[in-house]
Protein backbone atom coordinates (compact mmCIF):
# COMPACT_ATOMS: atom_id res chain seq x y z
CA UNK A 1 0.00 0.00 0.00
CA UNK A 2 1.20 3.83 -0.98
CA UNK A 3 1.97 5.97 1.91
CA UNK A 4 -0.98 8.68 1.75
CA UNK A 5 0.07 12.41 2.19
CA UNK A 6 -1.40 14.30 5.05
CA UNK A 7 -4.64 15.49 4.27
CA UNK A 8 -5.09 19.35 5.02
CA UNK A 9 -7.11 20.11 2.71
CA UNK A 10 -10.36 20.83 4.98
CA UNK A 11 -11.57 23.84 3.50
CA UNK A 12 -12.17 21.80 0.31
CA UNK A 13 -13.58 19.01 1.75
CA UNK A 14 -13.65 16.88 5.47
CA UNK A 15 -13.19 12.87 6.03
CA UNK A 16 -16.81 11.28 7.39
CA UNK A 17 -16.34 11.11 11.00
CA UNK A 18 -16.80 6.93 11.98
CA UNK A 19 -19.86 8.28 14.28
CA UNK A 20 -21.84 10.20 11.63
CA UNK A 21 -21.37 7.28 9.15
CA UNK A 22 -22.92 4.88 12.33
CA UNK A 23 -25.81 7.16 12.52
CA UNK A 24 -26.53 6.93 8.99
CA UNK A 25 -26.35 3.57 8.22
CA UNK A 26 -29.41 1.59 9.23
CA UNK A 27 -31.53 4.75 7.03
CA UNK A 28 -29.74 3.37 3.75
CA UNK A 29 -31.38 -0.05 4.88
CA UNK A 30 -34.00 -0.75 7.16
CA UNK A 31 -35.31 2.32 7.46
CA UNK A 32 -35.52 3.17 4.02
CA UNK A 33 -38.92 4.98 4.33
CA UNK A 34 -39.81 8.09 2.39
CA UNK A 35 -40.07 11.08 4.84
CA UNK A 36 -43.57 12.35 3.15
CA UNK A 37 -44.99 8.70 3.10
CA UNK A 38 -47.94 9.82 6.18
CA UNK A 39 -49.69 6.36 5.64
CA UNK A 40 -46.96 3.68 7.39
CA UNK A 41 -44.37 3.61 9.58
CA UNK A 42 -41.79 3.47 7.24
CA UNK A 43 -42.38 6.95 6.57
CA UNK A 44 -43.03 7.88 10.15
CA UNK A 45 -39.34 7.02 11.24
CA UNK A 46 -37.91 8.06 7.86
CA UNK A 47 -39.74 11.32 9.11
CA UNK A 48 -39.12 11.17 12.66
CA UNK A 49 -35.42 11.30 11.48
CA UNK A 50 -35.48 13.75 9.53
CA UNK A 51 -37.47 16.25 12.50
CA UNK A 52 -34.34 15.66 14.84
CA UNK A 53 -31.89 16.91 12.11
CA UNK A 54 -33.73 19.77 11.37
CA UNK A 55 -34.28 20.57 15.42
CA UNK A 56 -30.19 20.28 15.85
CA UNK A 57 -29.58 22.60 13.15
CA UNK A 58 -32.19 25.02 14.31
CA UNK A 59 -30.75 25.08 17.42
CA UNK A 60 -27.65 25.11 16.42
CA UNK A 61 -28.48 28.91 15.15
CA UNK A 62 -31.34 29.85 17.60
CA UNK A 63 -33.93 29.57 14.76
CA UNK A 64 -36.83 26.76 14.61
CA UNK A 65 -37.31 24.17 12.70
CA UNK A 66 -39.70 25.40 10.32
CA UNK A 67 -37.46 27.55 8.64
CA UNK A 68 -34.84 25.02 7.71
CA UNK A 69 -35.36 23.93 3.98
CA UNK A 70 -32.92 20.99 3.11
CA UNK A 71 -30.92 21.01 0.04
CA UNK A 72 -27.94 19.76 -1.83
CA UNK A 73 -25.31 21.58 -0.65
CA UNK A 74 -24.40 25.03 0.27
CA UNK A 75 -24.59 26.27 -3.58
CA UNK A 76 -27.76 25.30 -4.36
CA UNK A 77 -29.31 26.96 -0.80
CA UNK A 78 -26.80 30.23 -2.29
CA UNK A 79 -28.78 29.77 -5.50
CA UNK A 80 -31.66 29.07 -3.89
CA UNK A 81 -31.51 32.67 -1.50
CA UNK A 82 -29.75 34.92 -4.15
CA UNK A 83 -32.13 33.72 -6.93
CA UNK A 84 -35.53 33.40 -5.01
CA UNK A 85 -34.81 36.73 -3.29
CA UNK A 86 -34.45 38.34 -6.86
CA UNK A 87 -37.47 37.03 -8.35
CA UNK A 88 -39.36 37.68 -4.71
CA UNK A 89 -38.75 41.12 -4.68
CA UNK A 90 -37.80 42.48 -7.84
CA UNK A 91 -40.46 44.87 -7.63
CA UNK A 92 -39.17 46.16 -4.67
CA UNK A 93 -35.83 47.02 -6.35
CA UNK A 94 -32.90 45.39 -8.96
CA UNK A 95 -30.26 46.51 -6.57
CA UNK A 96 -27.74 43.48 -4.79
CA UNK A 97 -24.81 43.88 -2.83
CA UNK A 98 -22.18 41.13 -2.34
CA UNK A 99 -18.00 40.96 -1.60
CA UNK A 100 -14.84 40.41 -3.68
CA UNK A 101 -14.10 37.53 -1.95
CA UNK A 102 -17.41 35.43 -2.00
CA UNK A 103 -17.51 31.82 -3.21
CA UNK A 104 -18.18 31.48 -6.71
CA UNK A 105 -21.83 29.77 -5.80
CA UNK A 106 -22.56 33.72 -4.42
CA UNK A 107 -20.49 35.39 -6.84
CA UNK A 108 -21.72 33.50 -10.03
CA UNK A 109 -25.72 33.74 -9.12
CA UNK A 110 -25.09 37.73 -8.79
CA UNK A 111 -23.42 37.96 -11.92
CA UNK A 112 -26.61 35.83 -13.65
CA UNK A 113 -28.61 38.13 -12.10
CA UNK A 114 -27.06 41.08 -13.50
CA UNK A 115 -27.53 39.49 -17.16
CA UNK A 116 -31.22 39.48 -16.24
CA UNK A 117 -30.58 43.55 -15.94
CA UNK A 118 -30.36 43.43 -12.07
CA UNK A 119 -27.47 45.61 -10.50
CA UNK A 120 -24.53 44.19 -8.35
CA UNK A 121 -22.24 45.60 -6.23
CA UNK A 122 -19.44 43.63 -5.40
CA UNK A 123 -17.73 45.43 -1.91
CA UNK A 124 -14.16 45.67 -2.18
CA UNK A 125 -12.28 44.09 1.25
CA UNK A 126 -10.03 45.66 3.80
CA UNK A 127 -5.88 44.23 3.63
CA UNK A 128 -6.70 41.88 6.39
CA UNK A 129 -9.56 40.76 3.95
CA UNK A 130 -12.40 42.08 6.54
CA UNK A 131 -15.25 44.20 4.98
CA UNK A 132 -15.36 47.89 5.30
CA UNK A 133 -18.86 48.75 6.91
CA UNK A 134 -18.25 52.23 5.77
CA UNK A 135 -18.22 50.84 2.70
CA UNK A 136 -20.98 48.87 2.62
CA UNK A 137 -23.07 51.91 3.85
CA UNK A 138 -22.14 53.94 1.52
CA UNK A 139 -23.43 50.68 -1.25
CA UNK A 140 -27.22 51.02 0.17
CA UNK A 141 -29.47 52.49 -1.99
CA UNK A 142 -33.33 52.55 -1.87
CA UNK A 143 -33.69 49.86 -4.57
CA UNK A 144 -31.23 47.34 -2.12
CA UNK A 145 -33.15 44.31 -1.70
CA UNK A 146 -30.10 41.93 -0.42
CA UNK A 147 -26.86 41.94 0.73
CA UNK A 148 -24.64 38.96 0.42
CA UNK A 149 -21.80 38.25 3.00
CA UNK A 150 -20.47 35.47 3.79
CA UNK A 151 -19.69 34.22 7.65
CA UNK A 152 -15.77 32.62 6.81
CA UNK A 153 -13.93 32.48 3.89
CA UNK A 154 -12.92 29.03 2.45
CA UNK A 155 -9.59 30.54 1.16
CA UNK A 156 -8.21 32.65 3.90
CA UNK A 157 -10.66 32.10 6.91
CA UNK A 158 -11.25 35.18 7.96
CA UNK A 159 -14.90 35.67 9.87
CA UNK A 160 -16.66 38.44 8.98
CA UNK A 161 -18.72 40.92 11.17
CA UNK A 162 -22.24 39.30 10.67
CA UNK A 163 -24.12 41.27 13.76
CA UNK A 164 -22.68 44.42 12.26
CA UNK A 165 -23.93 43.66 9.09
CA UNK A 166 -27.26 42.52 10.23
CA UNK A 167 -28.05 45.54 12.22
CA UNK A 168 -26.93 47.75 9.06
CA UNK A 169 -29.14 45.89 6.93
CA UNK A 170 -32.03 46.33 9.52
CA UNK A 171 -32.00 50.11 9.46
CA UNK A 172 -28.76 51.17 8.16
CA UNK A 173 -31.07 53.44 5.38
CA UNK A 174 -34.64 53.11 6.63
CA UNK A 175 -35.45 55.81 8.64
CA UNK A 176 -36.82 55.39 12.32
CA UNK A 177 -40.35 52.99 11.77
CA UNK A 178 -39.80 52.32 8.09
CA UNK A 179 -40.87 49.61 6.78
CA UNK A 180 -38.47 47.81 4.35
CA UNK A 181 -35.63 46.28 5.68
CA UNK A 182 -32.89 44.60 3.05
CA UNK A 183 -32.48 41.30 3.67
CA UNK A 184 -29.31 40.00 4.94
CA UNK A 185 -28.23 36.46 3.72
CA UNK A 186 -25.12 34.90 4.73
CA UNK A 187 -23.01 32.10 3.34
CA UNK A 188 -21.80 30.20 5.96
CA UNK A 189 -20.44 26.90 4.35
CA UNK A 190 -17.45 27.13 6.46
CA UNK A 191 -18.50 28.32 9.60
CA UNK A 192 -21.17 25.96 11.14
CA UNK A 193 -19.86 24.05 13.48
CA UNK A 194 -17.24 26.22 14.04
CA UNK A 195 -18.07 29.51 15.28
CA UNK A 196 -21.24 30.40 17.26
CA UNK A 197 -24.30 31.47 14.77
CA UNK A 198 -26.94 32.96 16.30
CA UNK A 199 -30.18 34.40 13.86
CA UNK A 200 -31.48 36.50 16.40
CA UNK A 201 -27.98 38.23 17.72
CA UNK A 202 -26.86 38.74 14.45
CA UNK A 203 -29.99 39.58 12.46
CA UNK A 204 -29.42 37.17 9.43
CA UNK A 205 -32.55 36.12 7.31
CA UNK A 206 -30.92 33.54 4.68
CA UNK A 207 -28.22 31.11 5.87
CA UNK A 208 -26.64 28.51 3.46
CA UNK A 209 -24.95 25.66 5.32
CA UNK A 210 -23.59 22.04 4.20
CA UNK A 211 -22.05 19.01 5.75
CA UNK A 212 -19.24 18.03 4.15
CA UNK A 213 -16.98 20.95 5.56
CA UNK A 214 -18.01 19.63 9.32
CA UNK A 215 -17.07 16.19 8.76
CA UNK A 216 -20.78 15.16 7.43
CA UNK A 217 -21.59 13.21 4.02
CA UNK A 218 -21.39 15.26 1.04
CA UNK A 219 -24.63 16.19 -1.03
CA UNK A 220 -26.79 17.52 1.76
CA UNK A 221 -26.89 21.31 3.28
CA UNK A 222 -30.08 23.38 4.31
CA UNK A 223 -30.49 27.27 3.87
CA UNK A 224 -32.43 28.55 6.90
CA UNK A 225 -35.35 31.23 5.82
CA UNK A 226 -36.61 33.61 8.28
CA UNK A 227 -40.07 33.24 8.69
CA UNK A 228 -40.82 36.59 10.98
CA UNK A 229 -39.11 39.79 11.83
CA UNK A 230 -39.18 39.82 8.65
CA UNK A 231 -41.07 36.91 6.69
CA UNK A 232 -38.65 36.19 3.76
CA UNK A 233 -39.95 34.79 0.94
CA UNK A 234 -38.63 32.51 -1.82
CA UNK A 235 -39.40 31.59 -5.63
CA UNK A 236 -38.54 27.81 -5.56
CA UNK A 237 -35.74 27.26 -7.63
CA UNK A 238 -36.57 23.79 -8.45
CA UNK A 239 -40.46 22.61 -8.63
CA UNK A 240 -42.15 19.52 -8.36
CA UNK A 241 -44.13 18.00 -5.42
CA UNK A 242 -44.11 20.88 -3.06
CA UNK A 243 -41.73 19.47 -0.04
CA UNK A 244 -39.77 22.26 2.02
CA UNK A 245 -43.28 24.00 2.42
CA UNK A 246 -42.92 24.83 -1.61
CA UNK A 247 -39.85 25.85 -1.61
CA UNK A 248 -37.47 22.96 -2.42
CA UNK A 249 -39.38 20.10 -4.08
CA UNK A 250 -37.68 16.28 -4.42
CA UNK A 251 -37.73 14.03 -2.11
CA UNK A 252 -35.69 13.89 1.06
CA UNK A 253 -31.83 12.12 1.16
CA UNK A 254 -32.86 10.52 4.82
CA UNK A 255 -29.67 9.24 5.22
CA UNK A 256 -27.89 12.30 4.42
CA UNK A 257 -29.96 14.70 6.40
CA UNK A 258 -29.32 12.08 9.71
CA UNK A 259 -25.62 12.45 8.81
CA UNK A 260 -25.74 15.94 8.63
CA UNK A 261 -27.44 16.35 12.35
CA UNK A 262 -25.16 13.95 13.33
CA UNK A 263 -22.05 15.86 12.34
CA UNK A 264 -23.06 19.30 13.85
CA UNK A 265 -23.99 17.71 17.04
CA UNK A 266 -20.68 16.66 17.44
CA UNK A 267 -19.21 19.49 16.35
CA UNK A 268 -21.05 21.69 18.71
CA UNK A 269 -19.94 19.38 21.72
CA UNK A 270 -17.07 19.92 20.55
CA UNK A 271 -16.59 23.53 19.44
CA UNK A 272 -14.74 25.20 22.15
CA UNK A 273 -11.83 22.20 22.93
CA UNK A 274 -11.08 21.55 19.10
CA UNK A 275 -10.87 25.17 18.57
CA UNK A 276 -8.23 25.67 21.06
CA UNK A 277 -6.70 22.48 19.98
CA UNK A 278 -6.79 23.70 15.92
CA UNK A 279 -5.73 27.03 17.09
CA UNK A 280 -2.81 25.75 18.76
CA UNK A 281 -1.71 23.51 15.97
CA UNK A 282 -2.12 26.56 13.25
CA UNK A 283 -0.04 28.52 15.67
CA UNK A 284 2.55 25.84 16.11
CA UNK A 285 2.68 25.52 12.02
CA UNK A 286 3.00 29.02 11.70
CA UNK A 287 5.74 29.78 14.32
CA UNK A 288 8.05 27.74 12.41
CA UNK A 289 7.37 28.24 8.53
CA UNK A 290 7.60 32.28 9.69
CA UNK A 291 11.47 31.85 10.15
CA UNK A 292 11.47 31.80 6.61
CA UNK A 293 12.69 34.63 4.73
CA UNK A 294 9.41 36.59 2.67
CA UNK A 295 6.40 34.50 3.88
CA UNK A 296 3.63 36.41 4.45
CA UNK A 297 0.14 35.38 7.08
CA UNK A 298 -2.63 36.53 4.53
CA UNK A 299 -6.27 37.46 6.04
CA UNK A 300 -6.73 38.82 9.56
CA UNK A 301 -4.13 36.92 12.12
CA UNK A 302 -7.25 36.60 14.91
CA UNK A 303 -10.64 36.98 13.22
CA UNK A 304 -10.02 33.74 10.98
CA UNK A 305 -10.99 30.16 11.26
CA UNK A 306 -8.82 28.09 13.74
CA UNK A 307 -7.85 25.21 11.55
CA UNK A 308 -7.04 28.02 8.38
CA UNK A 309 -3.66 28.92 7.97
CA UNK A 310 -2.81 30.87 3.96
CA UNK A 311 0.78 31.84 3.60
CA UNK A 312 2.32 33.95 0.52
CA UNK A 313 5.92 33.40 -0.26
CA UNK A 314 7.98 35.56 -2.11
CA UNK A 315 10.98 34.18 -4.50
CA UNK A 316 8.85 31.24 -5.47
CA UNK A 317 6.73 30.09 -8.18
CA UNK A 318 3.20 29.18 -6.94
CA UNK A 319 3.07 26.01 -9.60
CA UNK A 320 6.36 24.44 -8.63
CA UNK A 321 6.15 25.22 -4.40
CA UNK A 322 3.01 23.18 -4.99
CA UNK A 323 4.27 20.42 -7.08
CA UNK A 324 7.18 20.27 -4.70
CA UNK A 325 4.52 19.88 -1.53
CA UNK A 326 2.54 17.20 -2.57
CA UNK A 327 4.26 13.98 -2.12
CA UNK A 328 3.39 14.81 1.75
CA UNK A 329 1.10 16.82 1.74
CA UNK A 330 -2.49 17.49 0.46
CA UNK A 331 -3.10 21.05 0.46
CA UNK A 332 -4.29 23.65 -2.05
CA UNK A 333 -2.79 26.75 -3.38
CA UNK A 334 -4.37 30.04 -3.22
CA UNK A 335 -4.30 30.08 -7.79
CA UNK A 336 -6.19 29.41 -9.78
CA UNK A 337 -4.59 25.92 -9.72
CA UNK A 338 -3.34 24.65 -13.33
CA UNK A 339 0.29 24.28 -14.64
CA UNK A 340 -0.17 26.73 -16.87
CA UNK A 341 -2.06 29.34 -15.25
CA UNK A 342 -0.43 30.57 -11.34
CA UNK A 343 -2.61 33.81 -11.20
CA UNK A 344 -3.54 34.26 -7.45
CA UNK A 345 -7.05 33.82 -7.25
CA UNK A 346 -9.66 36.21 -6.87
CA UNK A 347 -9.62 35.90 -2.86
CA UNK A 348 -5.86 36.94 -2.82
CA UNK A 349 -6.62 39.66 -5.73
CA UNK A 350 -9.07 41.25 -3.62
CA UNK A 351 -6.19 41.29 -0.92
CA UNK A 352 -4.05 43.44 -3.23
CA UNK A 353 -1.86 40.63 -3.99
CA UNK A 354 0.93 40.85 -7.00
CA UNK A 355 0.24 38.95 -10.47
CA UNK A 356 3.76 38.40 -11.00
CA UNK A 357 5.29 34.80 -11.43
CA UNK A 358 7.52 34.53 -8.66
CA UNK A 359 5.04 34.55 -5.59
CA UNK A 360 3.57 31.35 -4.22
CA UNK A 361 0.34 30.92 -2.24
CA UNK A 362 -0.59 28.21 0.09
CA UNK A 363 -3.79 27.37 2.24
CA UNK A 364 -3.50 24.62 4.94
CA UNK A 365 -6.47 23.70 6.25
CA UNK A 366 -6.12 21.57 9.75
CA UNK A 367 -8.97 19.48 11.08
CA UNK A 368 -10.13 17.08 13.51
CA UNK A 369 -8.08 14.30 12.66
CA UNK A 370 -4.67 16.11 11.76
CA UNK A 371 -1.76 15.62 14.97
CA UNK A 372 1.01 17.62 16.54
CA UNK A 373 3.12 15.04 14.55
CA UNK A 374 1.94 15.49 11.38
CA UNK A 375 2.14 19.78 11.65
CA UNK A 376 5.85 19.14 12.81
CA UNK A 377 6.48 16.89 9.61
CA UNK A 378 4.40 18.85 7.72
CA UNK A 379 6.39 22.20 8.40
CA UNK A 380 9.83 20.43 8.33
CA UNK A 381 8.85 19.43 4.81
CA UNK A 382 7.33 23.02 3.87
CA UNK A 383 10.22 24.57 4.92
CA UNK A 384 13.05 22.30 3.19
CA UNK A 385 10.95 22.83 0.20
CA UNK A 386 10.77 26.70 0.10
CA UNK A 387 14.22 27.25 0.84
CA UNK A 388 15.27 24.79 -2.03
CA UNK A 389 13.32 26.87 -4.62
CA UNK A 390 14.43 30.18 -3.26
CA UNK A 391 18.00 28.68 -3.33
CA UNK A 392 17.78 27.76 -7.18
CA UNK A 393 16.57 31.41 -8.40
C1 LIG B 1 -17.71 24.56 0.03
C2 LIG B 1 -18.37 25.88 -0.04
C3 LIG B 1 -19.52 26.09 -0.81
C4 LIG B 1 -20.14 24.99 -1.64
O1 LIG B 1 -20.79 24.07 -0.83
P1 LIG B 1 -21.32 22.68 -1.44
O2 LIG B 1 -22.11 22.10 -0.31
O3 LIG B 1 -20.11 21.90 -1.80
O4 LIG B 1 -22.19 23.02 -2.60
C5 LIG B 1 -20.07 27.35 -0.82
N1 LIG B 1 -19.54 28.35 -0.10
C6 LIG B 1 -18.44 28.19 0.63
C7 LIG B 1 -17.88 29.34 1.42
C8 LIG B 1 -17.81 26.96 0.70
O5 LIG B 1 -16.71 26.81 1.41
Redesign the pocket.
Known amino acids: MSIRPIYLDC ?1 ATTPLDERVLAAMLPYFTEKFGNPASSSHVYGWEAEAAVKKTREILAAAINATPEEIVFTS ?4 A ?1 NLAIKGVAETYFKKGQHIITVATE ?1 S ?1 VIDPCNYLKTLGFEITILPVKKDGLVDLIELKKALRPETILVSV ?1 AAN ?1 EIGVLQPLAEIGEICRDGLRPAGGDRQIIFHT ?1 A ?2 AIGKIPLDMEAMKIDLMSL ?1 A ?2 VYGPKGI ?1 ALYVRRRNPRVQLAPQQHGGGHERGMRSGTLYTPQIVGFGKAVEIALGEQATENQRLTQLRQRLWKQLSQVEGIHLNGHPQERLAGNLNISVEGVDGAALLLGLQPVMAISSGSACSSTNTAPSHVLTALGHPQHLAYASVRFGIGRFNTEEEIDLVAKYAIATIKGLQNKR
Open positions: HGATENHAMNDAQTHKG
